[in-house]
Protein backbone atom coordinates (compact mmCIF):
# COMPACT_ATOMS: atom_id res chain seq x y z
CA UNK A 1 0.00 0.00 0.00
CA UNK A 2 0.69 3.66 0.14
CA UNK A 3 3.69 4.98 2.75
CA UNK A 4 3.88 7.99 4.00
CA UNK A 5 3.73 11.26 1.77
CA UNK A 6 5.20 14.27 2.29
CA UNK A 7 4.92 17.94 0.07
CA UNK A 8 6.56 19.77 -1.22
CA UNK A 9 9.97 17.79 -1.55
CA UNK A 10 12.20 20.82 -1.89
CA UNK A 11 11.49 24.07 -0.40
CA UNK A 12 13.42 27.75 -0.78
CA UNK A 13 12.20 30.30 1.07
CA UNK A 14 13.21 33.59 2.48
CA UNK A 15 14.45 34.78 6.02
CA UNK A 16 11.34 35.59 7.93
CA UNK A 17 8.91 34.02 5.29
CA UNK A 18 6.51 31.37 7.06
CA UNK A 19 6.39 27.89 5.88
CA UNK A 20 3.92 25.46 5.80
CA UNK A 21 5.17 21.24 5.57
CA UNK A 22 2.45 18.82 4.82
CA UNK A 23 2.61 14.75 5.31
CA UNK A 24 0.11 12.19 4.63
CA UNK A 25 0.62 8.98 6.90
CA UNK A 26 -0.38 5.66 5.74
CA UNK A 27 -3.83 5.15 5.91
CA UNK A 28 -5.54 3.65 9.52
CA UNK A 29 -2.22 4.76 11.53
CA UNK A 30 -3.12 6.39 14.52
CA UNK A 31 0.40 8.14 15.44
CA UNK A 32 2.37 10.86 14.08
CA UNK A 33 5.50 11.78 14.41
CA UNK A 34 7.71 14.91 13.02
CA UNK A 35 11.35 15.21 13.21
CA UNK A 36 14.58 17.27 11.78
CA UNK A 37 17.51 16.30 10.67
CA UNK A 38 20.08 18.63 10.21
CA UNK A 39 24.15 18.24 9.38
CA UNK A 40 26.17 17.44 12.54
CA UNK A 41 22.45 16.83 14.64
CA UNK A 42 21.02 13.67 13.52
CA UNK A 43 17.43 13.00 13.49
CA UNK A 44 16.09 15.19 15.89
CA UNK A 45 12.36 14.82 17.57
CA UNK A 46 10.13 17.62 17.19
CA UNK A 47 6.31 16.65 18.16
CA UNK A 48 3.95 13.16 18.82
CA UNK A 49 0.22 13.04 17.80
CA UNK A 50 -1.70 9.83 18.97
CA UNK A 51 -5.34 9.67 18.30
CA UNK A 52 -7.54 12.48 20.12
CA UNK A 53 -4.52 12.84 22.97
CA UNK A 54 -2.51 15.95 23.98
CA UNK A 55 0.33 15.97 21.30
CA UNK A 56 3.44 15.94 22.85
CA UNK A 57 5.27 19.41 21.61
CA UNK A 58 8.19 18.58 23.66
CA UNK A 59 10.77 18.49 21.02
CA UNK A 60 9.38 22.01 19.67
CA UNK A 61 12.47 24.15 19.51
CA UNK A 62 11.13 27.46 20.11
CA UNK A 63 7.11 28.79 20.06
CA UNK A 64 8.13 29.46 16.18
CA UNK A 65 6.95 25.80 15.45
CA UNK A 66 3.75 24.44 15.40
CA UNK A 67 2.03 21.57 14.02
CA UNK A 68 -1.43 20.30 14.02
CA UNK A 69 -3.24 17.21 12.85
CA UNK A 70 -6.67 17.35 11.01
CA UNK A 71 -9.45 14.64 11.56
CA UNK A 72 -6.56 12.64 12.81
CA UNK A 73 -4.69 12.09 8.96
CA UNK A 74 -3.13 14.63 7.52
CA UNK A 75 -0.60 17.14 9.67
CA UNK A 76 0.87 20.56 8.89
CA UNK A 77 4.05 21.40 10.29
CA UNK A 78 3.91 25.44 10.40
CA UNK A 79 7.53 27.50 10.87
CA UNK A 80 6.56 31.11 11.47
CA UNK A 81 9.45 34.09 10.61
CA UNK A 82 12.05 31.47 9.43
CA UNK A 83 15.86 31.85 10.47
CA UNK A 84 18.51 30.64 8.63
CA UNK A 85 19.25 27.43 11.16
CA UNK A 86 15.31 26.03 10.44
CA UNK A 87 17.63 24.59 7.26
CA UNK A 88 16.83 20.87 7.53
CA UNK A 89 15.09 18.12 6.17
CA UNK A 90 11.96 17.57 8.18
CA UNK A 91 11.08 14.19 8.14
CA UNK A 92 7.45 12.71 9.09
CA UNK A 93 6.61 8.85 10.30
CA UNK A 94 3.48 7.49 10.95
CA UNK A 95 2.73 4.21 13.38
CA UNK A 96 -0.29 2.18 13.92
CA UNK A 97 -0.12 3.97 17.69
CA UNK A 98 -0.10 0.47 19.72
CA UNK A 99 2.15 1.60 22.94
CA UNK A 100 5.61 -0.08 21.91
CA UNK A 101 6.10 -3.24 20.30
CA UNK A 102 7.10 -4.41 16.79
CA UNK A 103 3.44 -3.31 15.57
CA UNK A 104 4.45 0.31 16.70
CA UNK A 105 7.26 0.72 14.12
CA UNK A 106 7.81 4.05 12.40
CA UNK A 107 7.35 4.67 9.11
CA UNK A 108 9.18 7.42 7.53
CA UNK A 109 8.73 9.56 4.49
CA UNK A 110 11.00 10.73 2.27
CA UNK A 111 10.90 14.49 4.20
CA UNK A 112 11.00 18.01 2.74
CA UNK A 113 14.32 19.69 2.62
CA UNK A 114 13.85 23.02 3.59
CA UNK A 115 16.29 25.81 2.85
CA UNK A 116 16.25 29.51 4.47
CA UNK A 117 18.39 32.17 2.31
CA UNK B 1 26.05 14.82 26.66
CA UNK B 2 23.45 13.36 24.09
CA UNK B 3 21.35 10.62 25.20
CA UNK B 4 22.32 8.21 22.61
CA UNK B 5 25.90 8.41 20.99
CA UNK B 6 26.90 6.85 17.65
CA UNK B 7 30.26 7.17 15.79
CA UNK B 8 29.35 9.65 12.37
CA UNK B 9 32.15 7.71 10.54
CA UNK B 10 32.49 7.94 7.64
CA UNK B 11 33.22 4.01 7.14
CA UNK B 12 34.82 2.97 4.46
CA UNK B 13 34.82 -1.02 3.61
CA UNK B 14 35.82 -3.53 1.00
CA UNK B 15 33.20 -5.80 -0.50
CA UNK B 16 32.74 -8.86 1.41
CA UNK B 17 33.87 -7.19 4.98
CA UNK B 18 32.13 -7.50 8.62
CA UNK B 19 30.92 -4.27 9.32
CA UNK B 20 30.27 -3.28 13.01
CA UNK B 21 28.40 -0.69 13.79
CA UNK B 22 27.73 0.83 17.39
CA UNK B 23 25.80 3.32 19.84
CA UNK B 24 26.26 3.66 23.64
CA UNK B 25 23.32 5.70 25.30
CA UNK B 26 23.07 7.18 29.01
CA UNK B 27 19.09 6.66 29.22
CA UNK B 28 18.92 3.07 31.77
CA UNK B 29 14.62 3.32 30.57
CA UNK B 30 15.14 2.73 27.00
CA UNK B 31 13.75 -0.72 25.96
CA UNK B 32 13.08 -0.66 22.48
CA UNK B 33 16.30 -0.62 20.14
CA UNK B 34 16.02 -0.05 16.20
CA UNK B 35 18.61 0.30 13.52
CA UNK B 36 17.22 2.13 10.09
CA UNK B 37 19.09 2.57 6.65
CA UNK B 38 18.63 5.58 5.48
CA UNK B 39 19.82 6.40 1.44
CA UNK B 40 20.39 9.82 0.27
CA UNK B 41 17.58 11.85 -0.20
CA UNK B 42 15.45 9.31 1.44
CA UNK B 43 14.09 8.70 4.31
CA UNK B 44 14.80 6.01 6.94
CA UNK B 45 13.61 2.73 6.67
CA UNK B 46 13.64 0.02 9.43
CA UNK B 47 16.28 -2.83 9.14
CA UNK B 48 15.90 -4.35 12.22
CA UNK B 49 14.10 -4.48 15.71
CA UNK B 50 15.24 -5.54 19.14
CA UNK B 51 13.61 -5.61 22.37
CA UNK B 52 15.66 -5.64 25.74
CA UNK B 53 18.76 -7.36 25.49
CA UNK B 54 19.64 -10.07 23.48
CA UNK B 55 20.82 -11.12 19.92
CA UNK B 56 18.81 -11.09 16.82
CA UNK B 57 19.63 -11.71 12.98
CA UNK B 58 18.04 -11.38 9.53
CA UNK B 59 19.82 -12.91 6.85
CA UNK B 60 23.22 -10.84 6.57
CA UNK B 61 22.91 -9.00 9.68
CA UNK B 62 22.86 -8.84 13.09
CA UNK B 63 21.70 -6.85 16.09
CA UNK B 64 22.83 -6.53 19.75
CA UNK B 65 21.47 -5.27 22.74
CA UNK B 66 23.84 -5.34 26.02
CA UNK B 67 21.56 -3.31 28.20
CA UNK B 68 24.07 -3.80 31.53
CA UNK B 69 26.71 -2.24 29.35
CA UNK B 70 24.20 0.26 27.51
CA UNK B 71 25.92 -0.90 24.23
CA UNK B 72 23.88 -1.78 20.93
CA UNK B 73 25.70 -3.39 17.86
CA UNK B 74 24.59 -4.22 14.10
CA UNK B 75 26.61 -6.38 12.27
CA UNK B 76 26.37 -6.93 8.52
CA UNK B 77 28.30 -9.79 7.39
CA UNK B 78 29.70 -10.30 3.50
CA UNK B 79 28.84 -6.48 2.87
CA UNK B 80 27.47 -5.19 -0.76
CA UNK B 81 27.95 -2.29 -2.35
CA UNK B 82 24.11 -1.69 -1.99
CA UNK B 83 24.73 -1.45 1.79
CA UNK B 84 26.56 1.66 1.67
CA UNK B 85 24.17 4.13 3.17
CA UNK B 86 23.90 5.63 6.82
CA UNK B 87 22.43 3.37 9.68
CA UNK B 88 20.92 4.97 12.23
CA UNK B 89 20.23 3.63 15.63
CA UNK B 90 17.23 4.69 17.69
CA UNK B 91 15.64 3.74 20.73
CA UNK B 92 12.46 4.30 23.18
CA UNK B 93 10.70 3.75 25.94
CA UNK B 94 8.49 0.91 27.13
CA UNK B 95 5.20 3.46 26.36
CA UNK B 96 6.54 3.56 23.01
CA UNK B 97 6.19 7.68 21.02
CA UNK B 98 9.10 9.60 20.39
CA UNK B 99 12.31 7.96 18.96
CA UNK B 100 15.63 8.73 19.97
CA UNK B 101 18.22 8.81 17.50
CA UNK B 102 22.08 8.97 17.38
CA UNK B 103 24.04 10.82 14.51
CA UNK B 104 24.26 8.11 12.23
CA UNK B 105 26.67 6.52 10.89
CA UNK B 106 27.81 6.72 6.59
CA UNK B 107 29.38 3.62 5.39
CA UNK B 108 30.37 3.12 2.11
CA UNK B 109 31.35 -0.28 0.79
CA UNK B 110 33.90 -0.47 -2.06
CA UNK B 111 33.36 -2.71 -4.57
Known amino acids: GAGVSQSPSNKVTEKGKDVELRCDPISGHTALYWYRQSLGQGLEFLIYFQGNSAPDKSGLPSDRFSAERTGGSVSTLTIQRTQQEDSAVYLC???????????????FGPGTRLTVL | QKEVEQDPGPLSVPEGAIVSLNCTYS??????FMWYRQYSRKGPELLMY????GNKEDGRFTAQVDKSSKYISLFIRDSQPSDSATYLC???????????FGQGTELSVKP
Open chain 2, 90 to 100: AMSQPQGGKLI
Open chain 2, 27 to 32: NSAFQY
Open chain 1, 93 to 107: ASSSGVAGGHTDTQY
Open chain 2, 50 to 53: TYSS
